[in-house]
Nanobody
Framework: QVQVVESGGGSVEAGGSLRLSCTVSGYIYSNYCMGWFRQPPGGVRELVARVVIRSGDTFYADSAKGRFTVSQDNAKGTLDLQMSNLKPEDSAVYYC??????????????????WGQGTQVTVSS
């Protein structure tokens, strides 16, 4: 059974940085794309960034552009999210997800079939 596990959340002051890591079990190239989502309290789950594994093509939400960087390590089977210049509005539970069906969209919540348990990120002002 394929598992998706996140790590690296925590608390930081505004302007600080955090690095989240996602590990997917098995062969990473069995995944079409992987992404990071976040869900604030009472809010909806939204895409932060995603990578199409074989091509390396990346997509960032407007809120993440210029501050967040997503990177994949194919040998380790990991997808990291480096977050800098964090703001209180970045506080949320961050989820890693993978789509194992090849082709099609990789931007909507419903596109991704496997999810991690989530990791909390709290940014204080």
């Amino acid at each position: 059974q394929v598992q998706v596990v996140e790590s690296g959340g925590g608390s930081v002051e505004a302007g600080g940085s955090l690095r989240l890591s996602c590990t997917v079990s098995g062969y990473i190239y069995s995944n079409y794309c992987m992404g990071w989502f976040r869900q604030p309290p009472g809010g909806v789950r939204e895409l932060v960034a995603r990578v199409v594994i074989r091509s390396g093509d990346t997509f960032y939400a407007d809120s993440a552009k210029g501050r967040f960087t997503v990177s994949q390590d194919n040998a380790k089977g990991t997808l990291d999210l480096q977050m800098s210049n964090l703001k209180p509005e970045d506080s949320a539970v961050y989820y890693c997800a993978t789509k194992r069906t090849f082709g099609g969209s990789c931007t909507a919540y419903v596109d991704f079939g496997l999810w991690g348990q989530g990791t909390q990120v709290t940014v204080s002002s």
